[in-house]
């Protein structure tokens, strides 16, 4: 059978989804599900999935990523991917294979510049086929990049998916823990397992070796604590996560024995021990 690309449409996502349940479903092919989630943008999310998701590979586990942010998805450019994926029945989609782990992103389905206006139902209707008509293969861990906010989106994941377990993301920041506060709170309320916090940007080394805590200092340590959840870690500003972004060469695949590897390899070590 002739194998084709796919590219997104509204058609494509409506005709493969399947109905909406009650009860939280596995996505098949995949052991544990680990979202990373954060209520606020330019917190450095995807950038920290991506990295948490390199560094549990590292751990030799099958890892897969999805990129579950609808309206701005970013991992393509992170992981240096400008493919389509392939569906062989016209329903399933392939997903693509980069740095070791297999990868889905609306990105890959639509143009980079295309503008993603949806409404409510319709982005309900394409994370179902992501986590429906995808065929993971035989993953240990599947990371899933959740959309900033706490919109449809992020409220279909946790009301449908069996998430088991939830890493929040945050700078030190007051406004930026206001809104982690919040994502929170929703995650409790729809009884999905929090693993942890994680304070990104959390301070910059300058050539001078001084610690400068340009966002705050400890701020999301305190609110770990306030709320009785635990600090995964403290990731600082560090230039190489930013160009490996930018440039499609995760961090930690690159630069294993940097000192903000480790910590991230430390930080996945604990996301496993929490979601066993």
Known sequence: MEKKTVSMSKDFVENNSPKSSKLKLPILGVKKIIAVSSAKGGVGKSTIAVNLAVALKKLNFKIGILDADIYGPSIPQMLGINEKPISEDGKNLTPISKHGMQCMSMGFLVDQDAAMIWRGPMVASAIKTFTSNVLWNNLDYLVIDLPPGTGDALLTFSQEILIDGVVIISTPQEIALLDANRGIKMFQKL??????????????????????????????????????????????????????????????????????????????????????
């Open 191 to 276: 009884n999905v397992n929090i693993a942890g916090i994680i304070e990104n940007m959390s301070s910059f080394i300058s050539g001078d070796g001084k610690e400068h805590f340009i966002f705050g200092k400890d701020g999301a340590e305190n609110m770990s604590k306030n709320l009785q959840i635990d600090l995964l870690g403290k990731i600082p500003i560090e230039i190489g996560l930013r160009e490996g972004a930018d440039n499609g060469k995760p961090y930690v695949e690159f630069f294993e024995d940097s000192k903000t590897s480790k910590e991230i390899i430390e930080i996945a070590k604990k996301i496993v021990e929490k979601v066993k």
